[in-house]
């Protein structure tokens, strides 16, 4: 008697051989936000007029085989990091506010902009994977990248024009100090395709964009939220934080 065949799913199959075995993918790790149980999620058909809160432990699906998610896991080491520095850069900037001083000891976090940026892109393809919703124009199954946004996450080509990752910041801006996870897609609702994704972490505010070019703002999106009024920054490469008119610490964004 022949073995049942398993049917292996995986969103990288256009990028080479899959692996045999099926993996259960973290659509966000909880493990990359220490503290945090749950993310906001907005902007799918199960929550267009109001934010859901999910648990990260249960967002997992059958998305990605064995081998194509651990090649994918130096991302989610760099994720990690990239957080991590973001969250202590929160907890000194709440620290140093208490403080009646204005001359500080200026410290730099440095953050992998390349990996952060694919990391972006993988978790945007995961949390719209299973949707009705296209990641690219002219593609034919919903859900699922074209080759070169497959190529893009592994590494193997990079964002063309100005796609990818944008800081969006607003002068004077304050950095929330909750632990606060979110996450909600741009979509062209007239053709269901995926244009990019904001995800905010602790206040830090990241747009992933699909589209070569956009506008310098985003007063074209509706219900925009905390992103009302910021400017998009491409591969921004530092935030420079001032406390009581003294600098106080630098987050960069390395590129190479």
Avoid at 4 to 15: D, E, F, G, N, Q
Avoid at 184 to 209: A, D, Q, T, W, Y
Wanted: charged share 20%; glycine share 6%.
């Amino acid at each position: 008697m022949s073995e049942k065949s398993v049917i292996v799913r995986c969103w990288a199959s256009a990028l080479d051989e899959c692996s045999q075995d099926q993996s259960r993918e973290h659509l966000i790790s909880a493990s990359l936000f220490p503290g945090a149980k749950a993310i906001s999620v907005s902007g799918f058909p199960w929550c267009k007029s109001e934010t859901r809160m999910i648990g990260l432990a249960n967002l997992t699906s059958k998305i990605l085989c064995t081998k194509h998610n651990s090649l994918l896991s130096p991302l989610d080491v760099a994720a990690g990091n990239a957080f991590r520095k973001l969250n202590e850069s929160a907890i000194l900037s709440n620290k140093r506010l208490s403080i009646q001083s204005s001359k500080f000891k200026v410290r730099h976090f440095h953050l992998d902009g390349l990996k952060l940026e694919r990391w972006l892109l993988k978790t945007l393809i995961n949390l719209c994977n299973n949707t009705e919703y296209f990641l690219e124009p002219n593609l034919k199954i919903p859900g699922i990248p074209s080759q070169h946004q497959t190529q893009i996450c592994f590494g193997k080509a990079p964002f063309l024009g100005k796609s990818g990752l944008y800081l969006t910041t607003r002068q004077g801006a304050e950095i929330d100090s909750r632990t606060e996870i979110g996450f909600s897609p741009i979509i062209e609702e007239k053709e269901k395709i995926v244009v990019g994704g904001f995800f905010n972490f602790r206040g830090f505010l990241f747009f992933l964009s699909l589209m070569e070019e956009i506008p310098n703002n985003f007063d074209w999106i509706n219900s925009l939220g905390p992103w009302s009024g910021t400017q998009p920054s491409w591969h921004f490469n530092k935030m420079t934080f001032v406390i009581n008119n003294a600098r106080s610490h630098f987050v960069h964004f390395d590129w190479k």
